[in-house]
Protein backbone atom coordinates (compact mmCIF):
# COMPACT_ATOMS: atom_id res chain seq x y z
CA UNK A 1 0.00 0.00 0.00
CA UNK A 2 3.17 2.35 0.84
CA UNK A 3 4.45 2.43 -2.89
CA UNK A 4 0.66 3.21 -4.53
CA UNK A 5 0.69 5.74 -2.39
CA UNK A 6 4.32 7.16 -3.03
CA UNK A 7 3.27 6.08 -7.19
CA UNK A 8 0.47 8.16 -6.73
CA UNK A 9 2.64 11.64 -5.19
CA UNK A 10 4.33 11.13 -8.52
CA UNK A 11 1.86 10.44 -11.18
CA UNK A 12 0.27 13.80 -11.89
CA UNK A 13 3.74 15.90 -12.09
CA UNK A 14 4.69 13.19 -14.49
CA UNK A 15 1.50 13.03 -16.62
CA UNK A 16 1.89 16.92 -16.67
CA UNK A 17 5.08 16.93 -18.13
CA UNK A 18 4.85 14.23 -20.30
CA UNK A 19 2.15 16.61 -22.11
CA UNK A 20 4.59 19.59 -22.22
CA UNK A 21 6.88 17.74 -23.33
CA UNK A 22 5.16 15.96 -26.10
CA UNK A 23 3.40 19.14 -27.41
CA UNK A 24 7.20 20.51 -27.64
CA UNK A 25 8.15 17.66 -29.15
CA UNK A 26 5.44 17.94 -31.70
CA UNK A 27 6.11 21.48 -32.00
CA UNK A 28 2.65 22.72 -30.27
CA UNK A 29 2.80 25.99 -28.45
CA UNK A 30 2.02 24.57 -25.26
CA UNK A 31 1.50 27.67 -23.12
CA UNK A 32 -0.63 29.68 -26.02
CA UNK A 33 -2.70 26.45 -26.25
CA UNK A 34 -3.37 25.79 -22.69
CA UNK A 35 -4.61 29.74 -22.66
CA UNK A 36 -6.94 29.34 -25.47
CA UNK A 37 -8.37 26.31 -23.41
CA UNK A 38 -8.82 27.91 -20.04
CA UNK A 39 -10.49 30.78 -21.98
CA UNK A 40 -13.12 28.21 -23.39
CA UNK A 41 -13.31 26.69 -20.27
CA UNK A 42 -13.90 29.60 -18.24
CA UNK A 43 -16.70 31.09 -21.32
CA UNK A 44 -18.35 27.11 -20.84
CA UNK A 45 -18.54 27.56 -16.98
CA UNK A 46 -19.77 31.37 -17.69
CA UNK A 47 -22.88 29.82 -19.51
CA UNK A 48 -23.52 26.78 -17.66
CA UNK A 49 -23.39 29.08 -14.15
CA UNK A 50 -27.06 30.20 -14.08
CA UNK A 51 -28.41 26.42 -14.74
CA UNK A 52 -26.28 25.27 -12.01
CA UNK A 53 -27.48 28.07 -9.41
CA UNK A 54 -30.44 27.09 -10.04
CA UNK A 55 -30.32 23.27 -9.53
CA UNK A 56 -28.44 23.86 -6.60
CA UNK A 57 -31.31 26.37 -5.50
CA UNK A 58 -33.81 24.49 -5.88
CA UNK A 59 -32.91 21.12 -4.58
CA UNK A 60 -31.85 22.74 -1.39
CA UNK A 61 -35.24 24.80 -0.85
CA UNK A 62 -36.65 21.09 -1.67
CA UNK A 63 -34.55 19.36 0.94
CA UNK A 64 -34.86 22.40 3.89
CA UNK A 65 -38.79 22.55 3.25
CA UNK A 66 -39.15 19.11 4.38
CA UNK A 67 -41.04 18.13 1.26
CA UNK A 68 -38.89 14.83 0.59
CA UNK A 69 -39.26 13.95 3.79
CA UNK A 70 -42.68 14.07 3.26
CA UNK A 71 -42.65 12.42 0.33
CA UNK A 72 -40.49 9.44 1.66
CA UNK A 73 -43.33 8.70 4.55
CA UNK A 74 -46.74 9.53 1.80
CA UNK A 75 -45.37 6.88 -0.23
CA UNK A 76 -43.88 4.56 2.10
CA UNK A 77 -46.84 1.84 1.66
CA UNK A 78 -45.90 1.87 -2.06
CA UNK A 79 -42.37 1.15 -1.69
CA UNK A 80 -42.80 -1.41 1.18
CA UNK A 81 -44.58 -2.95 -1.66
CA UNK A 82 -41.81 -3.17 -4.21
CA UNK A 83 -39.51 -3.31 -1.51
CA UNK A 84 -37.73 -0.26 -1.27
CA UNK A 85 -37.05 1.39 1.59
CA UNK A 86 -38.50 4.67 1.91
CA UNK A 87 -35.81 6.13 2.68
CA UNK A 88 -33.78 5.58 -0.32
CA UNK A 89 -36.97 7.53 -2.11
CA UNK A 90 -35.86 11.15 -1.68
CA UNK A 91 -32.13 10.03 -2.34
CA UNK A 92 -33.62 8.91 -5.60
CA UNK A 93 -35.33 12.08 -6.53
CA UNK A 94 -32.43 14.26 -5.16
CA UNK A 95 -29.84 12.12 -7.37
CA UNK A 96 -31.18 13.51 -10.21
CA UNK A 97 -30.74 16.53 -10.48
CA UNK A 98 -27.50 16.76 -7.73
CA UNK A 99 -24.80 14.66 -6.87
CA UNK A 100 -23.61 16.92 -4.26
CA UNK A 101 -26.68 16.92 -2.96
CA UNK A 102 -27.38 13.76 -2.57
CA UNK A 103 -24.25 12.91 -0.86
CA UNK A 104 -25.43 14.67 1.84
CA UNK A 105 -28.85 12.47 2.08
CA UNK A 106 -26.14 9.96 1.94
CA UNK A 107 -24.07 10.58 4.69
CA UNK A 108 -27.59 11.07 6.69
CA UNK A 109 -28.68 7.72 5.92
CA UNK A 110 -25.28 6.19 6.86
CA UNK A 111 -25.71 8.45 10.48
CA UNK A 112 -29.13 7.05 10.74
CA UNK A 113 -29.23 3.81 8.86
CA UNK A 114 -25.79 2.57 9.16
CA UNK A 115 -23.45 2.14 6.27
CA UNK A 116 -23.58 -1.75 6.09
CA UNK A 117 -27.27 -1.92 6.89
CA UNK A 118 -29.54 -3.15 3.96
CA UNK A 119 -30.42 0.85 3.53
CA UNK A 120 -27.23 1.34 3.70
CA UNK A 121 -25.95 -0.76 0.81
CA UNK A 122 -28.90 0.04 -1.46
CA UNK A 123 -27.55 3.78 -1.31
CA UNK A 124 -24.19 2.83 -2.13
CA UNK A 125 -25.13 0.88 -4.88
CA UNK A 126 -27.48 3.24 -5.89
CA UNK A 127 -25.07 6.14 -5.83
CA UNK A 128 -22.41 4.38 -8.42
CA UNK A 129 -25.32 2.62 -10.63
CA UNK A 130 -27.42 6.37 -11.78
CA UNK A 131 -27.01 9.57 -12.62
CA UNK A 132 -27.64 13.09 -12.17
CA UNK A 133 -30.31 12.90 -14.95
CA UNK A 134 -31.32 16.91 -15.04
CA UNK A 135 -27.96 18.47 -14.51
CA UNK A 136 -25.96 16.41 -16.91
CA UNK A 137 -28.45 17.10 -19.73
CA UNK A 138 -28.72 20.49 -19.32
CA UNK A 139 -25.12 21.21 -18.62
CA UNK A 140 -23.57 19.14 -21.74
CA UNK A 141 -26.73 19.86 -23.69
CA UNK A 142 -26.66 23.89 -22.94
CA UNK A 143 -22.75 23.68 -23.81
CA UNK A 144 -22.75 21.65 -26.92
CA UNK A 145 -26.03 23.88 -27.78
CA UNK A 146 -28.18 20.67 -27.87
CA UNK A 147 -32.07 21.51 -28.64
CA UNK A 148 -33.51 18.68 -30.06
CA UNK A 149 -33.00 15.59 -27.29
CA UNK A 150 -34.70 12.99 -28.72
CA UNK A 151 -35.07 10.19 -26.16
CA UNK A 152 -32.56 11.32 -24.02
CA UNK A 153 -34.59 11.92 -20.98
CA UNK A 154 -36.89 8.92 -21.16
CA UNK A 155 -33.53 6.55 -21.48
CA UNK A 156 -31.75 8.09 -18.70
CA UNK A 157 -35.11 7.58 -16.58
CA UNK A 158 -34.92 4.08 -17.39
CA UNK A 159 -31.33 3.45 -16.78
CA UNK A 160 -31.97 5.36 -13.37
CA UNK A 161 -34.61 2.99 -12.50
CA UNK A 162 -32.67 -0.32 -13.83
CA UNK A 163 -29.75 1.02 -11.55
CA UNK A 164 -32.76 1.03 -9.16
CA UNK A 165 -33.78 -2.22 -9.56
CA UNK A 166 -30.13 -3.36 -9.24
CA UNK A 167 -29.16 -1.72 -6.16
CA UNK A 168 -32.38 -3.59 -4.43
CA UNK A 169 -31.17 -6.88 -5.77
CA UNK A 170 -27.55 -6.26 -5.27
CA UNK A 171 -28.23 -5.52 -1.84
CA UNK A 172 -30.80 -8.04 -1.43
CA UNK A 173 -28.16 -10.70 -2.01
CA UNK A 174 -25.23 -8.80 0.25
CA UNK A 175 -27.59 -8.84 2.82
CA UNK A 176 -28.16 -12.57 2.86
Known sequence: ??????????????????????????????????????????????????????????????????????LGVWLRPVTDTIGLPFQILPLLVIKLFSSSAATGLVLDIFKTEGPDSYVGMITSILMSCTETVFYTMSVYFLAAKVTKTRYTLKGALLATLAGTVASVVLAGMLVL
Do not use: H, W
Not at 4 to 12: A, E, H, N, R
Open 1 to 70: MNIMTQMSDFMIPVIIFFVVGYGMVSGVKTYETFLKGSKDGLKIVVDIMPTLIGLMVAVGVLRASGFFEF
